[in-house]
Each structure stands twice: as C-alpha cells, then as structure tokens.
C-alpha cells in the first residue's frame, strides 16, 4: 500500500495519518506486504511529526525512515523483519526498466542518480529502534481528535524544518542497519 496525499491541511487528508488508518491498512496487506506513507515535511511543526511517525510505528513497529527531497518516506510491514536484500538492489543496475525508472537525482546529477545502489541505499535515515527512540513519549493520532487538519493550516507559514531535520540527524542509522546479512561490503 502506498501513500501520498500530500497538503495534511485539506479537509480529510489527515484522516490518512491516524492509527485507526494505519490499522485498517495492516488488516489488508498480503503476508510479507508493506505500506509507504510519505511525510511531508514542510507542513509539520516537531510535535506533529513526531506524532505521525509515532502513529504509524504503533501499527507498524518494523518500520524505517528513508529520505525523499522535501518529503520523508515510512515504510513499514506487518512482517516481524524489514530489511533490504542487497541483491535486490543491485538488481537496479541491471534491470533496464528499473534503471531507466531510477534515472534520476535529488541533486548531484548522473553521479548521484538512484539507479545506482548506493545513491539509492544512501537515502537510508533510520530503522524501527532509532525511530522509536526518536518518537518515545509522542502523541498517537486517532479519528476522533482530527487536530492536524486545523493545527498544519494554522501554522503552515511556522514550520520547523531545522528541528525536524536535526531531531532525525541525531537519530540516523548507517546503511548496514538496513541491509540484509548477504549485504555486498561495497554498499556498506
């Protein structure tokens, strides 16, 4: 399941960050199936942020955090395990469409482009024990307190990007956290 619903000041949109979401997406996944749920950062003060990661991780507690320009990206599983297969991203060089779908960079150019597999690993932030720490004591958001709605609409011009980014640099994990045990060394 992915999603991207971008302005969390919408009317609704916030309904797709609340734990009764979370939990009524878990109940559709396939054995081994995961969710993705961009997090835009830009619309969160460090509160609110740390509530919807929290939310999340309380449905889905084997999560991790991946970087994705102004946004961040979760990914979690309703799987005892996450972790990525280091011959499954190598695979990206090799395979033309996933090549050709990866061609592009945040920044840097070619040399940085994402069908490289350690540009692509290097997007790696955090996994479920670092985001648990991140998030400790944080709020769950729920259905019947909608408060991001109106909190994000009031505040979007307030948004504390520095805090959020250096509460999730105090936080990050190397990439070896992330990789399977048949992990190539040249990705760590």
Do not use: C
Not at 27 to 41: A, D, E, H, K, M
Not at 52 to 78: C, K, Q, R
Not at 83 to 105: M, P
Request: hydrophobic fraction near 40%; aromatic fraction near 10%.
């Amino acid at each position: 399941i992915s999603i991207e619903v971008g302005q969390v000041f919408r009317p609704g949109i916030a309904g797709f960050y609340t734990h009764e979401f979370y939990r009524r997406a878990r109940q559709r996944l396939n054995p081994g199936g995961g969710i993705s749920q961009f997090v835009p950062i830009t619309f969160f003060d460090l509160d609110e942020f740390r509530t919807v990661i929290a939310t999340f991780l309380d449905v889905f507690p084997h999560s991790v955090l991946w970087y994705n320009t102004a946004e961040m990206l979760l990914i979690g599983t309703a799987s005892d395990e996450l972790s990525l297969n280091a011959d499954r991203l190598i695979e990206i060089s090799r395979n033309d469409r996933l090549r050709k779908d990866l061609e592009f960079a945040y920044w840097g150019g070619p040399a940085h482009y994402l069908n490289r597999p350690e540009a692509l690993a290097a997007g790696f932030l955090m996994g479920s024990n670092s985001l648990a720490r991140m998030v400790q004591g944080a709020a769950i958001y729920h259905d019947d307190r909608p408060h991001l709605e109106y909190t994000t609409s009031v505040n979007r011009k307030t948004r504390s990007l520095p805090e959020i980014v250096g509460l999730v640099r105090n936080h990050l994990d190397p990439i070896p956290a992330i990789l399977d045990a048949s992990a190539d060394s040249t990705l760590a």
